[in-house]
């Protein structure tokens, strides 16, 4: 089963707005990660937020985290073309846990 | 360049074949996982192995089978037993510590098999 869940499921935006996806998740986690797909292509892993930590930047991408809501989003600031990918969140349960995927958020940005 | 690899990229399979993907890292790291991925999905996780010579199911571990022989490699096994096999499979890896995972999954490109 999936524990998160990503929404939107699709996301349109121009060149220059800000991107944001939400992830929930059901049971409670030691920490949360989030991946960018292009078409076709593996994962890559762009950010990694732990159960106590509230906020993480890096460089235009900047996640939260609200345990107690058990939610997380991810703001992609001034957005580029480049940026066109799937993402994706996932959940580790404890230190040797397995991760768990979502279905994904579909972003297309235009020029 | 440290990284994993997947082969072959495609595969085409005819039905009431085994088809094995390979999957290799040069990164030291002791976990790996394989993981299914259908069109507008998201991944699903098949098998994993925490260190050599063990392995568990995933999620959906029917109808594949996995090796763990040397750290560095971790084989999957499309059996004829598997309904659906169609799929984008992913191979990952991610390092560990003495108290668990040190961070991310490292993911290799991908293998698209296609029953025909």
């Known amino acids: 089963s999936q524990q998160g869940e990503e929404d939107p499921q699709a996301l349109s935006i121009q060149e ?48 939260t985290l609200d345990t107690s809501k058990k939610s997380s989003s991810l703001l992609i600031t001034a957005s580029r073309a480049a940026d066109t990918a799937s993402y994706f969140c996932a959940t580790v349960t404890d230190s040797w846990g397995k991760f768990q995927f979502g279905a994904g958020t579909q972003v297309v940005v235009t020029p | 360049d440290g990284g994993i690899t997947q082969s072959p990229k495609y595969l085409f399979r005819k039905e009431g074949q085994n088809v094995t993907l390979s999957c290799e890292q040069n990164l030291n790291h002791d976990a790996m996982y394989w993981y299914r991925q259908d069109p507008g999905q998201g991944l699903r996780l098949i098998y994993y192995s925490q260190i050599v010579n063990d392995f568990q199911k995933g999620d959906i571990a029917e109808g594949y089978s996995v090796s763990r022989e040397k750290k560095e490699s971790f084989p999957l096994t499309v059996t004829s037993a598997q309904k659906n096999p169609t799929a984008f499979y992913l191979c990952a890896s991610a390092g560990t510590s003495g108290s668990g995972f040190t961070g991310e999954l490292f993911f290799g490109e991908g293998s698209r098999l296609t029953v025909l």
């Not at chain 1, 944001?20 to 950010?47: E, F, P």
């Not at chain 1, 106590?52 to 900047?62: A, F, P, T, V, Y």
């Open chain 1, 16 to 63: 220059g707005e800000n991107a944001t996806m939400n992830c929930s998740y059901k049971t409670s986690i030691n920490n949360l990660q989030w991946y960018r797909q292009n078409s076709g292509r593996g994962l890559v892993h762009l950010i990694l937020i732990r159960s106590n930590e509230r906020e993480k930047h890096s460089g235009r991408l900047r996640v």
